[in-house]
């Protein structure tokens, strides 16, 4: 009986998770002109694509995205015309991961060599490289998720103040930390301020995270400056030094957490938290609107 009951929950589990997977849609143009009606649409696995705006890195989700409209490919890059649901318009590059194609993209049941997009048609599986698709567009239902991107003002351990625009963390407008085994995620637009513990000579700091409802919550981010096994110096620097991310009048920011002592987020922007949506906690005994 239990053995059954198990098998039940799997299945429900597994169905759950195709159809949290498969929830994108759209119609995918490639550069002859085909034009194909794509569901269960991903890059990569994920519903989201990572682009560098001035050279800076950024994420964003498919349900951000109206549109994006792909230029003649280079070596490694692509320059791409993003079109968003807000109504702002992006103009950056994405990385085809170097790879050369093969006679295989562009199909139903092609085999997969390098960065594109996968899903299912009416014939069947589908692929497409990068370098080989015009324009995707995408088929959304209701309103877009509207997200506040906040302002900041940043001070490093050496007291210089940065003013910085549209700050993200690791190209996100969420803030990941850990309580003990637990991986918290809280967005920044909930945020008041962080508060980074000089430790030195360790590589896990404890941080201090003030709400805009007045409410704090202390843990801890890893800091780590030692170079991995097998990481190229784009993977470092994206991982280590690239960690804050926005602009400046000066041009664009970049900061690793070995590096910060403060963040105090715009206090005018702290309105703003409306437009989110409840916070997002991957661990226990957290999420909802409050805090920790």
Known sequence: MRRRELVILLVVLACATMAAAGQYQGTVITRSGDRHTVENLDFQGRDEIEVYVDD?????TFDQIDKLRLAEPGA???PVVLHLRSGDRL?????TGGARNTPSASSVGGGQATKG???TTSLGPFYILLEQIAEIRFAHDGEPERVAIRPATVIDLNGQRFEVDALRYRARTSFD???GNQKRTKELARIKALEFADVEGQEIRPVVITF?????ARG???AGIVRLSGETDAMYRRRVMEVFTGSTPQGPFAMGLHQLKLIRFNAASADNADAVGGERDSGEGGGG???P
């Open 56 to 60: 800076v890195r950024r994420l964003l």
């Open 76 to 78: 490694e890059k692509i």
């Open 91 to 95: 103009e950056a590059v994405i990385s």
């Open 117 to 119: 997009f996968t899903g």
């Open 177 to 179: 930390y850990q309580q």
């Open 212 to 216: 805009v409802t007045g409410r704090q």
């Open 220 to 222: 801890t981010v890893d």
């Open 289 to 291: 609107n409050g805090e």
